[in-house]
């Protein structure tokens, strides 16, 4: 069975721009997570998505959102990029939103120039 | 802030020796915890976890022991292999009480297994 997967693997943005960056769970998951690593640091939490719908979001600014959708797939968005966005953005599915393990996907290095 | 603290960044064992790698937190709303490994370019993988109502884990040969009066966790690998070489990440939640249950992360330990 297929993991986690993330698209793109890599990018490179400059300052000012916008990014999408796509995940597809494990199939049958129902729940999505997005955390951001920067060097040197573990994942920091972004977004939980259940059943399409917003369960809880991290410490990041607006010009960050997410999407889930029927098929229980997701979107980051980030708009008005910084140099501080720079980092490896993980994804995470597990089958309920409730306590377990989540399985995460490879990431998407973003860098911004 | 940091609500989960691992204390050594590094750790350098023998193969066939035991790792023991350490973890605090302060947050007193966690009572589930997992341990991820890390290779260089994949994402995080799921190792082992527990749950507050127990103080120990076995899966292999990994083990999981939690001390909550302590607020401390550990893991412990035994034979350490060279193929154990990886960032180990601590990772907590809350067990219940709310509808979100975001993972909070240590910064994690490099774990070094020499032949």
């Known amino acids: 069975d297929a993991g986690v997967t993330q698209s793109p693997t890599h990018l490179i943005k400059t300052r000012g721009q916008q990014v999408t960056l796509r995940c597809s769970p494990i199939?049958?998951?129902?729940?999505v997570s997005w955390y951001q690593q920067v060097l040197g640091q573990g994942p920091q939490f972004i977004f939980q998505y259940y059943e399409k719908e917003e369960r809880g979001r991290g410490n990041f600014p607006d010009r960050f959102s997410a999407r889930q959708f029927p098929n229980y797939s997701s979107e980051l968005n980030v708009n008005a990029l910084l140099l501080g966005d720079s980092a490896l953005y993980l994804c995470?599915?597990?089958?309920?939103?409730?306590?377990?393990?989540?399985?995460f996907g490879d990431g998407t290095r973003l860098s911004i120039l | 802030d940091q609500q989960v603290k691992q204390n050594s960044p590094s750790l350098s064992v023998q193969e066939g020796r035991i790792s023991i790698l350490n973890c605090d937190y302060t947050n007193s709303m966690f009572d589930y915890f997992l341990w991820y490994k890390k290779y260089p370019a994949e994402g995080p993988t799921f190792l082992i976890s527990?749950?507050?109502?127990?103080d120990k884990n076995e899966d292999g040969r990994f083990t999981v022991f939690l001390n909550k009066s302590a607020k401390h966790l550990s893991l412990h690998i035994v034979p350490s292999q060279p193929g154990d070489s990886a960032v180990y990440f601590c990772?907590?939640?809350?067990?219940?009480?709310?509808?979100?249950?975001?993972?909070?992360f240590g910064k994690g330990t490099l774990l070094t297994v020499n032949p």
């Open positions: 199939s049958g998951h129902k729940s």
């Open positions: 995470a599915s597990s089958f309920m939103a409730g306590p377990g393990p989540q399985h």
């Open positions: 990772a907590a939640s809350p067990n219940s009480g709310g509808s979100n249950y975001k993972l909070t």
């Open positions: 527990i749950s507050s109502i127990k």
